[in-house]
């Protein structure tokens, strides 16, 4: 398995425009993990989805940021309007949870965002 | 709630010298302790975890840490460092009842050639 795929690997772009990052999990995995790295704040949960459904969005900073998982294969993270002190690295990690076995979670290179 | 708590920001070691990274958690009922290490502009890799079992773990690239439940513990240790374990190191902890992990804040490894 190639792992957790993030794109992009980079993203630089001006105050108010709309960011979408996105995330392929591990094939299997059922669980899935938006975090946020901060050098102020360290790693942030955003957003966690269980078998595809929202679970606990509680870490999302506030209504511009947005999440989707359309399917197992697949999540977004969007920022609609971006502004400057959303600029970190995103990273996205899934893992499993099955007859009470508990893997770790596995991160992806993460999206390194710039806003100007 | 639960918390991870990293008391060092930074540890400094000479290389082929022991290593201790300390962490201390707060959890309701049984912890899953994890161990994450983070090179430059790279995302988290799994060193080892504890689940159940001996409290005395072994993972990834010769690193071992030890659960103590009296001292909420999971110290990550490494017998002789390298000067390639240079990085940053995250303890993590869930609760058996929660999916989501809840990070430490981070201590810089360095070692000194």
């Known amino acids: 398995d190639a792992g957790v795929i993030q794109s992009p690997r980079h993203e630089v772009t001006e105050m108010g425009q709309e960011v979408t990052l996105r995330c392929k999990p591990i094939s299997g995995h059922n669980s899935l993990f938006w975090y946020r790295q901060t050098m102020m704040r360290g790693l942030e949960l955003l957003i966690y989805?269980?078998?595809?459904?929202?679970?606990?969005d509680s870490g999302m900073p506030e209504d511009r940021f947005s999440a989707k998982m359309p399917n197992a294969s697949f999540s977004t993270l969007k920022i609609q309007p971006s502004e400057p002190r959303d600029s970190a690295v995103y990273f996205c990690?899934?893992?499993?949870?099955?007859?009470?076995?508990?893997?770790?979670?596995?991160f992806g290179q993460g999206t390194r965002l710039t806003v100007v | 709630a639960q918390s991870v708590a990293q008391p060092e920001d930074q540890v400094n070691v000479a290389e082929g010298n022991p290593l201790t990274v300390k962490c201390t958690y707060s959890?309701?009922?049984?912890?899953?302790l994890f161990w994450y290490v983070q090179y430059p502009n790279r995302g988290l890799q799994f060193l080892l975890k504890y689940i159940t079992g001996d409290n005395l773990v072994k993972g990834s690239y010769g690193f071992e840490a030890e659960f103590n439940k009296s001292q909420t513990s999971f110290h990550l240790k490494k017998p002789s460092a390298l000067v390639s374990d240079s990085a940053l190191y995250f303890c993590a902890v869930r609760s058996a009842s929660l999916s989501t992990l809840t990070f430490g804040k981070g201590t810089m490894l360095l070692v000194s050639p």
């Open positions: 989805f269980n078998n595809n459904v929202p679970i606990d």
């Open positions: 990690a899934s893992s499993s949870r099955n007859r009470g076995v508990i893997t770790e979670a596995f």
């Open positions: 959890v309701s009922g049984n912890p899953y």
